[in-house]
């Protein structure tokens, strides 16, 4: 199913259909990037930011738009009733999104109705949210119109994200650390939802900026972590795949910004996804870690565990899932690094195979967490087959990221993954839930699928969640999975993985 956004009749036009696509392949150009380290990275994902703004969009210099859209409260309604579920396979109500982000969007629609000025994370935030839906509504019932809206809602949020950004480090501040941690989360998600990486890219660097110089320095509610863990959560993941942005200009000007804030010490990780100094795993996998440790090492650099993690709670994954893949992503990086033209920060091969080994082994005995505090039957057979796909998807992940093997020795893991997202399609096939979390398990056993009946089964995986959640990541995704099976079987003997693939034909921004 590929989305089509013809004219409907009474949806305004947006400004500039597509305009969003090319926008990352051109590096943002900043003669001095640390002069402005408070500042947002100054390339946007949006290309109109010079052009002139309908007046029907934006009204206020401080950006508020005072008009209440006629459909918001359909589209909260459906964001609440079907989007959540895709996000987190929890059904409980102290999720973020119930926390967190559905009463502050309520506010904001409060806000509108009264004519109060709104803040421009306030702003991108619920329209943000309101294009999630919409991206949904239209995926679903294949209609033009809420493919439009989507697309004119998309397109506030991002004006306003700029806006937001433009002042985010002003002093005093204009708004609060929540509500524009809030709004990048929403952008991420957006850009997620809409099958965009590279869009996601930019404000997931965005958001590490402005966690680690407003974020990282203070003291952290329970709230504040849980957006935290959102973005940490997501943002590993989108480091497994997203390859080939270590080295983007917006990274480096970030990074500059961090180290030369006075602010860089509260960060307890390094900015670049690089290992620590751990040797004993088992050893460190038992340590446990400190409170401030845990707050700030962002990226989860250092191995160790925590009792008050929030992972299990927001997306029912143990920490020490999301800890593993952190450090399998972080050794991939020391081996590109080595196999690159600058060798002189690398570690020995000595050290590196002796890393890939503790990792292998500590993955391939990684224990599942115990669901007994699950108590609907349901929830706990989505739950035990998403970790059984999530384990064995990082199997799979660490030998063809780190050791590259010949595909054929991955199909029993493969196989491992189909069978438990099979399992949880059968069990419930009315509701994707947590299908945000099985689209990278799916991603990564589906590029390995050797077989014809095997890629069929995950090509219908791939087509059914789309058309249950109506999002374009699924749809977006199987079209480049389809493009590895079909240069694989054109490579005349040659082995082609998605990692040689990311590097050549497929466009970064269409990637899961």
């Not at 109506?470 to 490579?491: D, H, M, P, V, Y």
Request: charged letters at 20%; glycine letters at 4%; one cysteine or more.
């Amino acid at each position: 199913m590929q989305f089509t956004f013809d004219q409907a009749e009474n949806a305004p036009s947006p400004l500039f259909p597509g305009y969003l696509g090319d926008m990352l392949d051109q590096d943002c150009v900043e003669d001095d990037p640390t002069a402005h380290e408070y500042s947002p990275t100054s390339c946007f994902p949006d290309q109109s930011c010079n052009q002139p703004i309908s007046p029907t969009l934006f009204t206020s210099s401080m950006g508020t738009t005072k008009a209440v859209p006629q459909d918001a409260v359909h589209l909260l309604k459906h964001y609440v009733s079907a989007v959540i579920s895709l996000m987190t396979p929890l059904r409980h109500s102290k999720t973020p999104w119930h926390v967190l982000f559905i009463p502050h969007t309520k506010s904001c629609l409060a806000g509108l109705a009264l004519g109060d000025d709104m803040s421009d994370a306030s702003l991108c935030a619920f329209y943000g949210t309101l294009a999630i839906s919409a991206f949904s509504l239209g995926g679903v019932s294949r209609s033009h119109t809420w493919s439009e809206k989507a697309i004119i809602y998309k397109q506030k949020a991002q004006q306003h994200a700029r806006m937001m950004l433009t002042a985010a480090y002003d002093v005093p501040k204009v708004a609060k650390y929540k509500s524009i941690l809030m709004a990048l989360l929403t952008m991420v998600q957006v850009t997620m939802f809409s099958g965009n990486r590279r869009q996601s890219e930019y404000y997931f660097v965005e958001a590490e900026k402005f966690i680690r110089l407003r974020g990282l320095p203070r003291k952290k509610s329970r709230k504040v972590r849980l957006l935290h863990h959102c973005y940490v959560f997501e943002r590993i993941i989108h480091e497994s795949v997203f390859i080939c942005g270590a080295n983007s200009r917006q990274r480096h000007h970030v990074h500059a910004a961090i180290e030369t804030s006075g602010l860089g010490n509260y960060s307890l990780d390094s900015l670049s996804f690089r290992l620590s100094g751990w040797k004993n795993l088992d050893q460190e996998m038992m340590r446990v870690r400190g409170q401030e440790e845990d707050e700030n090492d962002l990226h989860l650099e250092r191995p160790g565990f925590w009792s008050d993690t929030l992972y299990p709670e927001i997306f029912g994954i143990p920490e020490a899932w999301v800890l593993l893949l952190s450090q399998v992503v972080r050794l991939g990086k020391e081996k590109d690094a080595a196999e690159g033209d600058d060798t002189s920060n690398c570690i020995s091969l000595k050290e590196f195979i002796g890393r890939a080994k503790t990792l292998e082994d500590y993955i391939n005995s990684l224990p599942l967490p115990s669901l007994e505090n699950i108590q609907s039957e349901l929830d706990h057979e989505i739950l035990e087959n998403m970790l059984h796909a999530m384990q064995n998807a990082l199997a799979i992940y660490f030998y063809r990221r780190i050791h590259d093997v010949d595909a054929s020795l991955l199909q029993q893991k493969v196989m491992g993954v189909l069978d438990r997202l099979l399992r949880c399609e059968h069990r419930d096939s009315s509701v994707v839930h947590g299908s945000a979390g099985f689209i990278w398990p799916a991603f990564i056993a589906a590029c390995e699928a050797e077989e014809p009946l095997v890629q069929a089964s995950f090509s219908d995986w791939f087509v059914n969640s789309a058309r249950r959640s109506g999002l374009a990541c699924f749809t977006e995704t199987l079209a480049n999975i389809e493009r590895i099976w079909q240069e694989k079987t054109c490579s005349n003997g040659k082995s082609i993985t998605w990692l040689d693939l990311m590097k050549t034909t497929v466009p970064l921004q269409q990637i899961f």
